[in-house]
């Protein structure tokens, strides 16, 4: 076992910058193991079976079929905000959706499909005994386990996501990247953890580990220095490179940081990264439809279990976006701030249980901006009815 444990670090911080790297503790390791051997449930839609998936036989099965079919993996790593929980666990940093990256070559498109094809046939492994898997095809098992499915196929860009739908939001979501330009947001979300020997440990140990006899598991910050971005995750500081290279800026995911308590390591720094951030979150999402579908696709995905701070987000989006925003016009700029609010408004009405609530209309008087923004100047009219009884939000 000390071979497979030298071995894997050696591999894993080959041709890396060590700032970069760092080898896991055993508290980390035993988190880490935690999180691979834990039962999690892949939801069937319809009168499909509920699946008890562990995250280290869809690995193993999925890197074992992917190379019979001749695709290699190089290697697998758990990736963002769970990566982060096993580094630093109770900080305040909810996981949710479990993310694996397999590392393989995509050369060409057909390669997409058969990584699809490898993963769909991998989860009637998973259905009850008794279901007659024969007349199952992987179109069904699509429709009936996948939440999302994507493929990237770029010069610069070759990466498809396979999402298994979770009800509480812990999606199992299995990423195969050749290449990508961008890997995290920020700081706090740039961990990737290798896999192989841990899943090397499994397959060839009989015992259980144990403080005194456990794999070596090495960690990296795609952020750069690993030290440094561990810090961040423990203090909860927000920091990032570049935002105008991110999809959407990291607009959303900067205020979830905010309202979950991170404070930016640099206050006067980050006010000029928030104009970034709205500039890109505007390019990427130019039209007032195409901003309320992200919107309440983030607010669905992110905030299961934390519904109480849906509120407060969008309050400090707001915020954000009133007080950075340089790119737009009056008239645009204007438009974005009413979504916000009017979403605001949605979920205080949904919160506190006012009858009904889809039929409700938050009208806003268009006073000036406050910084500190407040629901004095907004109120709700039930739309059914042919003169609005008119009651404050609050």
């Known amino acids: ?34 999180v691979l051997t ?28 992917l190379e019979q079919k001749g695709i290699v993996v190089r290697d697998v790593r758990l990736n963002g905000s769970t990566a982060s929980h096993v580094l630093v666990q109770d900080n305040g940093w909810s996981y949710k959706d479990l993310d694996l990256i397999f590392r393989v070559d995509l050369p060409n498109e057909a390669e997409f499909q058969l990584i699809r094809d490898v993963v769909l046939g991998t989860l009637l492994d998973f259905l009850p005994d008794g279901v007659n898997k024969e007349k199952i095809t992987p179109m069904t098992l699509k429709e009936a386990y996948v939440q999302k499915l994507v493929k990237v196929y770029t010069d610069l860009d070759r990466w498809s996501l396979i999402s298994l739908s979770n009800n509480e939001g812990r999606n199992v979501e299995l990423k195969f990247v050749d290449s990508i330009r961008r890997q995290f947001e920020f700081s706090v979300d740039s961990f990737q953890i290798v896999l192989d020997s841990v899943l090397s440990y499994y397959d060839l140990s009989e015992n259980p580990m ?42 959303l995911k900067y205020c979830h940081l905010l309202v979950r308590g991170f404070q930016p390591t640099d206050q006067e720094e980050f006010k000029a990264l928030e104009r970034y951030m709205c500039s890109r979150f505007f390019i990427d999402f130019p039209d007032i439809v195409e901003q309320q579908r992200k919107l309440e696709s983030y607010l669905q995905s ?19 976006v009133n007080e950075s925003t340089v790119c737009l016009m009056g008239h645009e700029r204007r438009q974005t701030l009413n979504l916000i609010s009017l979403t605001a408004c949605r979920v205080l009405a949904e919160q506190n249980a006012i009858p009904d609530a889809s039929s409700v209309t938050c009208y806003y008087q268009p006073a000036p901006y406050v910084r500190d ?17 008119w009651l404050p939000c609050n």
Not at 47 to 55: A, D, I, S, W
Not at 373 to 388: E, G, H, R, T
């Open 210 to 251: 144990s403080q005194h006899f456990h794999p070596t598991v090495v960690g990296e910050s795609m952020y750069g220095n690993f030290a440094v971005a561990l810090d961040h995750l423990k203090n909860k500081l927000i920091a990032t490179k570049r935002p105008e290279e991110i999809r959407g800026g990291g607009l």
């Open 38 to 65: 834990g039962a999690v449930p892949v939801h069937g839609r319809g009168n499909f079976p509920t699946l008890e998936v562990r995250l280290k036989d869809i690995v193993q099965i999925v890197r074992n079929r």
């Open 302 to 320: 992110h905030f299961i279990g934390e519904e109480k701070s849906k509120y407060d987000y969008l309050m400090i989006l707001h915020r954000v």
């Open 1 to 34: 076992m000390e071979t497979l444990k030298m071995t894997t670090m050696a591999e894993a911080m080959s041709s890396k910058d060590s700032e970069s790297c760092s080898v896991l503790s055993w508290d980390q390791v035993n988190r880490l193991n935690e």
């Open 373 to 389: 923004l407040n629901f004095s100047n907004y109120y709700v009219a039930s739309c059914n009815q042919s003169i609005p009884t």
